[in-house]
T-cell receptor, first 114, second 111 residues
Framework: NAGVMQNPRHLVRRRGQEARLRCSPM?????VYWYRQLPEEGLKFMVY????????ESGMPKERFSAEFPKEGPSILRIQQVVRGDSAAYFC????????????FGQGTRLTVV | GIQVEQSPPDLILQEGANSTLRCNFS?????LQWFHQNPWGQLINLFY???GTKQNGRLSATTVATERYSLLYISSSQTTDSGVYFC?????????????FGKGITLSVRP
């Protein structure tokens, strides 16, 4: 059973470009979460999705950031017009349905904006 | 929202020593997990432990939910234990199952 798969592992973008980060949850997991880790800091919640639904986006910046989890295919975190402050590690986690379930994390995508 | 505090923020050990890492949380929880972030940045699941005690090799964890804290014990530490240890919780009163992380404890084990 493959774990949570994220790609790419590393992404370099120039200021103003778009960044697309992908996450495939573990088999049988219908819940996907995105977290951001700035250097020397803990992980901050961004968005929680189920198939075709955004459940909680309270941690998403109001502009330039969006996320989706379509019926088919991976979850996508999209950052438009990237700025240097977007440089961070972005982690995806998945879990089975329910509040009392264990979440598993992917290896993360390290975004560098130059 | 729920607050998660970890202590101490930094810890330096000699190889072979034992240590205790603490996680305090401000509200009742549905879920508590301990993670190890290794020097390559990977997040490794250590324990899923909303209550009770679990052991896995040299590591063990105890959560006392009624007193809102959890402890992670590392015995006979090895250099490969170095990294950052995170505690994360799902609030019982929260609207969904998102995890709230503490700031982490940076552990350095010296040979």
């Amino acid at each position: 059973n493959a774990g949570v798969m994220q790609n790419p592992r590393h992404l370099v973008r120039r200021r103003g470009q778009e960044a697309r980060l992908r996450c495939s949850p573990m088999k049988g997991h219908s819940h996907v979460y995105w977290y951001r880790q700035l250097p020397e800091e803990g992980l901050k919640f961004m968005v929680y999705l189920q198939k075709e639904n955004i459940i909680d986006e309270s941690g998403m910046p109001k502009e330039r950031f969006s996320a989706e989890f379509p019926k088919e295919g991976p979850s996508i975190l999209r950052i438009q017009q990237v700025v240097r402050g977007d440089s961070a590690a972005y982690f995806c986690a998945s879990s089975p349905p329910g509040a009392r379930t264990e979440a598993f994390f992917g290896q993360g995508t390290r975004l560098t904006v130059v | 929202g729920i607050q998660v505090e970890q202590s101490p923020p930094d810890l330096i050990l000699q190889e072979g020593a034992n240590s205790t890492l603490r996680c305090n949380f401000s509200d009742s929880v549905n879920n508590l997990q301990w993670f190890h972030q290794n020097p390559w940045g990977q997040l490794i699941n250590l324990f899923y432990i909303p209550s009770g005690t679990k052991q896995n090799g040299r590591l063990s964890a105890t959560t006392v939910a009624t007193e809102r804290y959890s402890l992670l014990y590392i015995s006979s530490s090895q250099t490969t234990d170095s990294g950052v240890y995170f505690c994360a919780v799902v609030s019982y009163t929260g609207a969904n199952s998102k995890l709230t992380f503490g700031k982490g404890i940076t552990l350095s084990v010296r040979p």
